[in-house]
């Protein structure tokens, strides 16, 4: 699955550009794009659709790197004024990037949020209010301990100066409970948001559970596994589903996720997607449903890493939510986009899955909330994928990780930040 590279031009502003061609070399129009056998040798799809689309070429086009020296990148906003917010693993922090490929220290005021012990866990995912052109306040995740040795992911909010690149009134809004081990730090914290028309919050938490019982994401008196949806205050949205029950947090939407790191409503149709890490096999791409049970540890297209099936083995369980779309083997999806502008017409319903085992950009054709092809993008880079976002110019955004799951003062300072614009 590598991509054919024609040429590679330095042009100014430490800028580089890539040009590629739509056609990836080895890969066959109308086959699936993996041929690999799956990990769980009995997995079936429950539909015609939900595994291994075809592979379908669309539109060839060029990278260019916005700046190469970031250490543990994890997701980005777009200002109104062009510039871009990047967040950052290590040192746990937010930056600016200006219109000239410049970045900022770090933003004031984020780091202040955090345990001393917790700055090298990291800001996670950022987003802008509806109303930031007026309000400026914007959003973000990050991990951080309680009594300096359990932690969980945190949901925070401040009004950014960007004159004074200083986040203003900051305060934590929310805490997932409960607090976990920090032993378990770094994997399976979720921490995306998406944030509704209406204002609201949909947040993202993994199970945080490294092994079994994963029984965590089945039950409603904890936020692990969980999609919540609150308030821009921090409190339970007031169409909750499990408002009033006794026994049930407030604040979940829906649960039975793993490692939910991709979060991103469709513009057309409003539904609210997610893609989420399996284990060993069974990444999975969902729609989330108000109230709804989306299978983890039950029903699952994966099996443990040692080999052997989770739980009954199962695939499928009435009363559980099937996943749109899943992969086996992994591609450990991080990251999600659909592409709302117009700079490519060939790309109009597709949806970007960010890889990072598939080492990829994965471009997803979506038909009445079905995937009907698929086609493997920046193969030939060999770079983890953390982030996609479309930008309001209608180029992509991508954030490559040249870390691990876990980051550390030695992690290389070598991811990037590019972007995609027709050839």
Same mark, same amino acid.
């Given at each position: 699955?590598?991509?054919?590279?024609? $040429?590679?031009? $330095?042009?100014?502003?430490?800028?580089?550009?890539?040009?590629?061609?739509?056609?990836?070399?080895?890969?066959?129009?109308?086959?699936?794009?993996?041929?690999?056998?799956?990990?769980?040798?009995?997995?079936?799809?429950?539909?015609?659709?939900?595994?291994?689309?075809?592979?379908?070429?669309?539109?060839?086009?060029?990278?260019?790197?916005?700046?190469?020296?970031?250490?543990?990148?994890?997701?980005?906003?777009?200002?109104?004024?062009?510039?871009?917010?990047?967040?950052?693993?290590?040192?746990?922090?937010?930056?600016?990037?200006?219109?000239?490929?410049?970045?900022?220290?770090?933003?004031?005021?984020?780091?202040?949020?955090?345990?001393?012990?917790?700055?090298?866990?990291?800001?996670?995912?950022?987003?802008?209010?509806? #109303?930031?052109?007026?309000?400026?306040?914007?959003?973000?995740?990050?991990?951080?301990?309680?009594?300096?040795?359990?932690?969980? +992911?945190?949901?925070?909010?401040?009004?950014?100066?960007?004159?004074? $690149?200083?986040?203003?009134?900051?305060?934590?809004?929310?805490?997932?409970?409960?607090?976990?081990?920090?032993?378990?730090?770094?994997?399976?914290?979720?921490?995306?948001?998406?944030?509704?028309?209406?204002?609201?919050?949909?947040?993202?938490?993994?199970?945080?559970?490294?092994?079994?019982?994963?029984?965590?994401?089945?039950?409603?008196?904890?936020?692990?596994?969980?999609?919540?949806?609150? +308030?821009?205050?921090?409190?339970?949205?007031?169409?909750?589903?499990?408002?009033?029950?006794?026994?049930?947090?407030?604040?979940?939407?829906?649960?039975?996720?793993?490692?939910?790191?991709?979060?991103?409503?469709?513009?057309?149709?409003?539904?609210?997607?997610?893609?989420? #890490?399996?284990?060993?096999?069974?990444?999975?791409?969902?729609?989330?449903?108000?109230?709804?049970?989306?299978?983890?540890?039950?029903?699952?297209?994966?099996?443990?890493?040692?080999?052997?099936?989770?739980?009954?083995?199962?695939? #499928?369980?009435?009363?559980?939510?099937?996943?749109?779309?899943?992969?086996?083997?992994?591609?450990?999806?991080?990251?999600?986009?659909?592409?709302?502008?117009?700079?490519?017409?060939?790309?109009?319903?597709?949806?970007?899955?960010?890889?990072?085992?598939?080492?990829?950009?994965?471009?997803?054709?979506?038909?009445?909330?079905?995937?009907?092809?698929?086609?493997?993008?920046?193969?030939?880079?060999?770079?983890?994928?953390?982030?996609?976002?479309?930008?309001?110019?209608?180029?992509?955004?991508?954030?490559?990780?040249?870390?691990?799951?876990?980051?550390?003062?030695?992690?290389?300072?070598?991811?990037?930040?590019?972007?995609?614009?027709?050839?």
């Amino acid at each position: 699955m590598k991509l054919f590279l024609i $040429c590679t031009v $330095c042009v100014s502003a430490g800028l580089f550009i890539v040009s590629v061609k739509a056609q990836t070399p080895g890969l066959i129009e109308g086959q699936p794009v993996d041929k690999r056998p799956p990990e769980k040798t009995d997995n079936k799809p429950t539909f015609p659709e939900q595994t291994r689309a075809p592979y379908h070429a669309t539109a060839p086009f060029q990278i260019t790197t916005l700046i190469d020296t970031l250490p543990a990148p994890w997701s980005l906003a777009f200002l109104p004024d062009g510039k871009i917010l990047l967040t950052e693993r290590l040192p746990g922090s937010i930056r600016i990037l200006d219109t000239k490929g410049v970045l900022s220290e770090p933003v004031a005021g984020v780091s202040a949020l955090m345990a001393p012990d917790a700055k090298d866990i990291g800001v996670l995912d950022v987003a802008l209010d509806p #109303h930031f052109a007026t309000n400026h306040q914007i959003f973000f995740t990050f991990y951080d301990y309680i009594n300096g040795t359990n932690s969980n +992911t945190w949901i925070a909010r401040g009004r950014l100066d960007e004159a004074k $690149c200083a986040l203003i009134d900051a305060k934590v809004i929310f805490r997932a409970q409960p607090a976990m081990p920090s032993k378990r730090l770094g994997g399976k914290t979720g921490g995306r948001i998406a944030i509704a028309p209406d204002g609201t919050l949909f947040v993202t938490t993994g199970d945080r559970s490294d092994s079994p019982p994963w029984d965590v994401a089945q039950r409603l008196d904890n936020h692990l596994g969980k999609i919540l949806h609150i +308030t821009a205050d921090g409190a339970a949205a007031p169409d909750n589903p499990f408002l009033g029950k006794p026994g049930v947090l407030p604040e979940i939407w829906a649960y039975g996720v793993r490692s939910p790191e991709g979060l991103a409503f469709d513009p057309k149709t409003g539904r609210l997607w997610e893609n989420e #890490h399996g284990p060993r096999g069974g990444d999975e791409l969902n729609i989330i449903g108000k109230g709804k049970n989306y299978g983890w540890p039950i029903a699952v297209h994966g099996i443990d890493y040692p080999g052997k099936a989770i739980g009954e083995g199962v695939v #499928h369980k009435d009363g559980m939510e099937d996943p749109v779309y899943y992969w086996d083997p992994v591609i450990a999806p991080s990251g999600l986009a659909f592409y709302t502008g117009t700079l490519f017409p060939q790309w109009q319903g597709s949806l970007f899955v960010g890889g990072l085992g598939g080492r990829m950009l994965d471009r997803l054709t979506i038909v009445n909330d079905h995937v009907v092809a698929e086609e493997p993008l920046l193969t030939e880079l060999h770079s983890r994928i953390r982030d996609v976002r479309v930008g309001p110019d209608g180029a992509v955004y991508v954030l490559t990780d040249s870390g691990t799951a876990t980051v550390s003062p030695n992690t290389p300072p070598t991811s990037k930040l590019l972007k995609l614009t027709p050839k």
